[in-house]
């Protein structure tokens, strides 16, 4: 296996090696037909049928790695373009759907502190210290008096790299800033949110300059159908052409329906793409004006 001597001619792109985001992004390569075989505990792998090598990254790395373009094209959080500081450096090509959450400012709720003016001149443990230092200049440029700021009082932002939430029970914190989900750490941990840094979820980004554009777009329009397809249903359904226009009303799809005549009779059958969302919805809508045969057809991939 010599990888090594096969990457120069390989478009890299990364990936979360673990956790939440990994599991995504292996189904949405799938998805998008990139086929590959990771060895095990080996951290890239070449692409069967397109010239590319997948490298299996820390989700910070990656926003730093296609940043500097070490890497051209990379999935991680949003948060992390942000903490890494490499807005400028990337293109935020789409957002993927998944990995969604808040980086939010918590106190215990024994605190009694409300507002986040109340942290200004504490002590906040956080994994995003860049961000949270940024949060928190602002609040001290307004909150803290001029003998402070001239004392050089700040709030103070201590870096720790997991277990945030355990921060505060240990005395380490007045507050701390980490990403909420379902908000079931928070509260085991006791802590409330108090304000929100920023809104998250996963993103395929890429380089300014990559290696190579035209394969960067092919993998982009790829993942954008498979992002897509998970978006829509298609629906089949019989119905009367006397209650065609109405349907259509129902179903009127992204450009328009496909109406297709049955044989020796009054009746079409329309196929049509619906928000998956809206679905039941629709669905009930077509059988109320007499449709039949309603099948709803997932979508595996598409291009719209
Ligand atoms: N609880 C969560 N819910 C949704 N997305 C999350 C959550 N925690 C982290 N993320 C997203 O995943 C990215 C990577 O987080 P991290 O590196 O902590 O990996 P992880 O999936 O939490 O795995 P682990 O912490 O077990 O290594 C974060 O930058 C964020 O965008
Ligand atoms: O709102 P919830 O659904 O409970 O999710 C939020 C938790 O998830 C992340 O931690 P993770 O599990 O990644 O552990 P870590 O602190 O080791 O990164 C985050 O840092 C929170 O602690
Ligand atoms: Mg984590």
């Given at each position: 296996m010599d990888l090594i001597h096969q990457l120069p001619d390989r478009l890299l792109f990364a990936i979360p090696k673990k956790g939440r985001l990994h599991e995504h992004c292996v189904s949405l390569l799938k998805g998008a037909d990139i086929n590959f075989h990771r060895y095990n505990r080996l951290d890239i792998a070449l692409?069967?049928?397109?010239?590319?090598?997948?490298?299996?990254?820390?989700?910070?790395?990656?926003a730093k790695f296609v940043g500097d373009g070490n890497v051209d094209l990379?999935?991680?959080g949003q948060d992390m373009v942000e903490e890494c500081q490499v807005t400028?450096?990337?293109?935020?090509?789409?957002?993927?759907?998944?990995?969604c959450c808040k980086l939010q400012v918590q106190v215990p709720i024994k605190s009694g502190i409300n507002h986040v003016e109340e942290l200004v001149g504490k002590t906040i443990v956080t994994?995003?210290?860049?961000?949270?230092?940024?949060?928190?200049?602002?609040?001290?440029?307004?909150?803290?008096?001029?003998?402070?700021?001239?004392?050089?009082?700040?709030?103070?932002?201590?870096?720790?790299?997991?277990?945030?939430?355990?921060?505060?029970?240990?005395?380490?914190?007045d507050g701390?800033?980490?990403?909420?989900?379902?908000?079931?750490?928070?509260?085991?941990?006791?802590?409330?949110?108090?304000?929100?840094?920023l809104?998250?979820?996963?993103?395929l980004i890429r380089n300014k300059n990559p290696t190579n554009p035209s394969l960067v777009s092919k993998i982009t329009s790829r993942i954008k159908g498979v992002i897509a397809a998970k978006k829509y249903v298609l629906l089949n359904?019989?119905?009367?052409?006397?209650?065609?226009?109405?349907?259509?009303?129902?179903t009127p799809g992204r450009q328009a329906p496909t109406i297709s005549p049955l044989e020796n009779s009054n009746w079409v059958e329309v196929q049509s793409m619906v928000g998956k969302d809206d679905a039941a919805e629709v669905m009930d809508k077509l059988e109320e004006i007499g449709a039949k045969d309603i099948m709803l057809l997932k979508i595996d991939n598409c291009r719209v």
């Open positions: 692409v069967k049928n397109l010239p590319i090598a997948l490298v299996f990254l820390p989700a910070p790395d990656i990379g999935i991680t400028d450096k990337v293109d935020q090509i789409m957002e993927l759907g998944f990995g994994s995003f210290d860049v961000l949270a230092a940024k949060y928190f200049a602002e609040l001290d440029q307004e909150y803290l008096t001029d003998e402070e700021k001239a004392d050089g009082k700040k709030t103070k932002i201590e870096y720790v790299s997991g277990s945030v939430e355990a921060a505060c029970a240990l005395g380490l914190a701390i800033i980490d990403l909420v989900e379902t908000g079931e750490t928070m509260k085991v941990a006791g802590l409330k949110a108090i304000s929100t840094v809104e998250t979820q996963a993103i359904y019989n119905i009367s052409r006397d209650d065609l226009k109405e349907a259509t009303k129902i």
